[in-house]
């Protein structure tokens, strides 16, 4: 496999089914942001695994499986000819996970400044960049059509993740610092 081709030498890249868009594109741009969520959560997984956080590591690996599906799917500007691979229940999938870690942290009512212990931080790091995808994402569904698993799974992902991190950091001692100009913004 050659790593280099050259073809995007001009400023242009390849898409799934043969259209060549510049690397700016908002097509590009999204399934790019989906690509750096996806080398994020790989980060979190690398120090949740460190941290002794086996079931969390192993979960997001399985996320990451996906992410590649929800990369793959906003990379195909022809869908003509293309079958998309992010499963219509991805998001769902996700919601005992969320329900499940959910508990292991205190009930919060306050925005919570984001940090904790290294795992935890590299959680929320990887929650931020899920959002950018979702935005890039919303702003590509607004110029051409997606397929809409691959933005509720972004959306839904973004909230796991913030779960993980608060029962991470509540498995390794650390309470969450609130913002302190936040009014109640959660319901038990």
């Known amino acids: 496999m050659r790593i280099y081709t050259r073809g995007g030498d001009q400023g242009k890249t390849g898409l799934i089914g043969g ?3 510049y690397k700016d594109d908002v097509r590009v741009e999204a399934y790019g942001a989906v690509d750096e969520a996806g080398a994020f959560v790989g980060l979190a997984i ?3 695994e460190q941290a002794g956080h086996t079931d969390v590591a192993a979960l997001l690996t399985e996320v990451q499986q996906t992410l590649w599906d929800v990369g793959a799917d906003l990379a195909a500007a022809r869908t003509d000819k293309y079958t998309y691979r992010t499963p219509e229940d991805a998001a769902s999938r996700l919601e005992p996970c969320i329900d499940q870690y959910k508990v292991e942290a205190e009930v919060i009512r306050r925005f919570v400044l984001r940090g904790g212990s290294l795992a935890a931080a590299y959680l929320h790091v990887a929650c931020t960049v899920v959002r950018r995808a979702e935005r ?3 702003r590509l ?3 051409e059509e997606i397929h809409l698993p ?12 913030f779960v993980l991190a608060r029962a991470v ?3 390794d001692g650390r309470r969450d610092v609130e913002y302190r ?3 109640e913004v959660f319901r038990p």
């Open 169 to 171: 950091n509540a498995r």
């Open 181 to 183: 100009n936040s009014r």
């Open 136 to 138: 890039r994402t919303v």
């Open 19 to 21: 259209v060549r868009r």
């Open 141 to 143: 569904m607004q110029a």
């Open 46 to 48: 690398a120090h949740l």
């Open 150 to 161: 691959a933005l509720r799974f972004l959306n839904r992902l973004s909230d796991l993740l």
